[in-house]
């Protein structure tokens, strides 16, 4: 799947617009529980956090809405994995 063709796919904000969200804050983006929210990292299906620092971890918001619009679009599973595996891959040329 990708972003540029596929409307319902947020594509990632980069620079001062991208905003960060702590796990309490994903959490309530998601209504995913902390344990569930991990089990899904763990399948690939949701981006693994952003370490902030030896105890804070934070998550890009258009990452996080990317991964619940593509949920709600119906995409399948592997799309999913896919749509996160690009995600994170986008993150080493943010700046």
Request: glycine share 6%; no cysteine.
């Amino acid at each position: 799947m990708h972003t540029d063709t596929d409307p319902t796919v947020t594509p990632p904000a980069t620079g001062p617009r991208a905003k960060m969200l702590p796990t309490r804050a994903t959490m309530e983006a998601t209504g995913f529980s902390r344990p569930y929210l991990y089990a899904l990292m763990k399948d690939g299906l949701f981006p693994r956090p952003v370490k902030w620092g030896d105890k804070f971890s934070v998550w890009p918001e258009d990452e996080v809405f990317a991964v619940i619009n593509a949920r709600v679009a119906g995409r399948t599973s592997d799309e999913i994995r896919q749509l996160v595996s690009e995600l994170v891959e986008a993150r080493k040329t943010r700046i």
